[in-house]
Nanobody
Framework: QVQLVESGGGLVQAGGSLRLSCAASGRTSSIDVMGWFRQAPGKEREFVAATPIIWNGDSTYGADSVKGRFTISRDGAKNTVYLQMNSLKPEDTAVYYC???????????????????WGQGTQVTVSS
C-alpha cells in the first residue's frame, strides 16, 4: 500500500505562485510514476503533470495552459513530489490531487485510470 498526502494549497491572487507538495509513504519502492491532476467544479479530472520515479526520464505536462507555468519536481530522499505553480490564473482554481502509479513499468500515464493511488486533494483558489 502507498499513502499520499498533499499540502500547500490555498488562496492566492492572480499572477501569484504556490508550491504543492505530495509526500508518499508505505511501499514507496513500488512507485513507478507520480503525478498531479486537478478537478474544477462540474468538470472532469484533468491531467496536469507527471514524472517518472524509477527511471531518470522527462516529466510530462498536460494542457497547454499549464506548460511554461507549472513545474513538477521530486525529492527522492524525501519521497516527495512538488508542483510549482507560477503566474496563476483564476481558471487554475480546482482541487489538486497527487497520484501514484505502481503498475505501469516504464510509461508515464496521462489518464486518471493509469494511477492506482490517490491523495485526498488540496484546494487551490485563484482570485481575480
Amino acid at each position: 500500500q502507498v499513502q499520499l498526502v498533499e499540502s500547500g494549497g490555498g488562496l492566492v491572487q492572480a499572477g501569484g505562485s504556490l508550491r504543492l507538495s505530495c509526500a508518499a509513504s508505505g511501499r514507496t519502492s513500488s512507485i513507478d510514476v507520480m503525478g498531479w491532476f486537478r478537478q474544477a467544479p462540474g468538470k472532469e479530472r484533468e491531467f496536469v503533470a507527471a514524472t517518472p520515479i524509477i527511471w531518470n526520464g522527462d516529466s510530462t505536462y498536460g494542457a497547454d495552459s499549464v506548460k511554461g507555468r507549472f513545474t513538477i519536481s521530486r525529492d527522492g530522499a524525501k519521497n516527495t513530489v512538488y508542483l510549482q505553480m507560477n503566474s496563476l490564473k483564476p481558471e487554475d482554481t480546482a482541487v489538486y490531487y497527487c497520484a501514484a502509479d505502481t503498475r505501469s513499468g516504464l510509461r508515464v500515464g496521462v489518464r486518471a485510470r493509469d494511477y492506482n493511488y490517490w491523495g485526498q486533494g488540496t484546494q487551490v483558489t485563484v482570485s481575480s
